[in-house]
């Protein structure tokens, strides 16, 4: 057995002997479910197990009070290799997108590998990266946090769905907000609902318009929302109606096309109501995911080598800010099946799924993966130089 084959064999025995706390931290995520830039639960117990195994803590990094990251120095500084880890959950539903399990096995990794460092060149990181759905305003921890994931050798986050595939084509995603201000008065009196500019009615008229276009558009671009607020009362017009909309369109040029239609839709909204619109962005811009295919490689043979089949699919239709790290690091999105194909994502379904035994042994699993490729990589210079030729090309082709 070659030194390498002895790490990896070790770190696998080392994530075996913490099965019970990495299944503990996927559960009590999975019970305190938290949106968005409020994960302060799940931060405090992410930190405080790396913490406890010896990692170098820095909290509130790029000021976002719930993300982090963890640093384990070995014998030398490079390669750098990081795990994210991701922890948001989405409103009403709780943890039906899995990231419990995406930080359950980041951490996991992360304690595993933590006393084989010692014995390898480079440095360990594992990254906390809050709201990663795209619920509250700024969202995106990861680009917020983006400066952070410059220069490292490799970046890699586990994602929970119904099939397990390691290249993720992932979309560039647009999150806007639209609000119309209109004029209130008494709907019920034909006198005063005539001074009414009715701001709802825009928002109707708004969506009309994108659903005259999105049924045509190509290449699966997706345009999809809510309306968020549409008045107060019944019998007053509604003076200010908001909907929130996101655009989702994987060629870079179109998916501006897109935009560009969805910002006309709601300047004729309000020409036709004499209501003013004003358009923001609420989240972080989501760009493609350039996926490394060596370090995908990598980790795909580490997972078959532990019996999981990998499918050479890609999956279509993701929006992640992993696609903005993959553009300032060498990175991986890896899908993980814990439910049967099929099975409807961010759905109750899907939050039952979460924390069930297949979901925790799959997590389980996974930390070994991560441990094993990061032992690759930290073991083998030719595999962290052709991993950055790749991405070097990759980017320069952008
Ligand atoms: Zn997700």
């Keep these: 057995m070659t030194a390498k084959e ?5 770190v696998q025995e080392r ?8 299944v503990e931290i996927a ?5 305190n479910p938290e949106i968005g830039y409020e994960e302060y639960k799940a931060c405090e117990l992410l930190t405080s197990k790396l913490e406890e195994n010896g990692f170098e803590l820095i909290r509130r990094v790029a000021g976002l009070p719930t993300a982090f990251k963890a640093v384990l120095r070995g014998k030398s500084e490079r390669p750098k290799v990081a795990i994210l880890a991701e922890y948001d959950a989405l409103p ?5 997108c899995g990231h419990n399990l995406s930080a359950a096995s980041a951490v996991g990794a992360g304690i595993a590998l933590a006393k084989l460092m010692p014995e390898m060149n480079g440095t360990l990181l594992i990254f906390g990266t809050p709201a990663e759905e795209g619920v509250p305003d700024n969202a995106g921890g990861k680009v917020v946090m983006l400066d952070e994931f410059r220069g490292l050798d490799a970046a890699m986050i586990m994602h929970a769905l119904d099939r397990t595939t390691v290249v993720c084509q992932s979309f560039n995603r647009e999150a806007l ?3 119309f201000i209109g004029k209130a008065a008494n709907a019920g009196n034909a006198e005063s609902s005539s001074k009414g500019i009715n701001a709802l009615e825009a928002v109707m008229i708004f969506w009309h318009a994108v659903n005259s276009f999105r049924l045509l558009l190509k290449d699966d671009a997706r345009v999809f929302g809510i309306i968020t607020e549409g008045g107060v009362s019944p019998n007053i017009v509604p003076d200010r109606a908001v909907t929130r909309l996101q655009i989702r369109v994987e060629d870079v040029q179109y998916f ?8 006309n839709a709601a300047q004729g909204a309000a020409l036709a109501t004499g209501a003013t619109g004003n358009i923001k962005k609420y989240a972080n811009t989501y760009v493609n995911m350039i996926n490394n295919l060596t370090l995908a490689d990598t980790f795909a043979k580490n997972l078959t080598a532990l019996g999981v089949p990998v499918e050479k699919l890609h999956r279509r239709g993701a929006a992640t800010d992993m696609g903005n790290v993959s553009h300032v690091a ?3 999105h890896p899908f993980i099946a814990i439910v049967p194909r099929g099975t409807p994502w961010h759905s109750i379904e899907s939050a039952k799924a979460s924390a069930s035994p297949q979901a925790y042994e799959t997590t389980i699993k996974t930390a070994k993966v991560f441990g094993m490729t990061a032992i690759d990589i930290f073991t083998d210079p030719d595999l962290a130089g052709k991993i950055k030729e790749e991405f070097a090309q990759a980017t320069a082709q952008q």
């Design 6 to 10: 002895a790490l990896k064999r070790n």
């Design 330 to 332: 060498p990175a991986i």
């Design 92 to 96: 009403g539903l709780g943890h039906a």
């Design 177 to 179: 907000e639209i609000e």
């Design 15 to 22: 994530v075996d002997s913490i099965k019970d706390k990495i």
């Design 256 to 263: 501006q096309e897109v935009i560009e239609k969805v910002k």
């Design 27 to 31: 559960k009590y995520l999975h019970q």
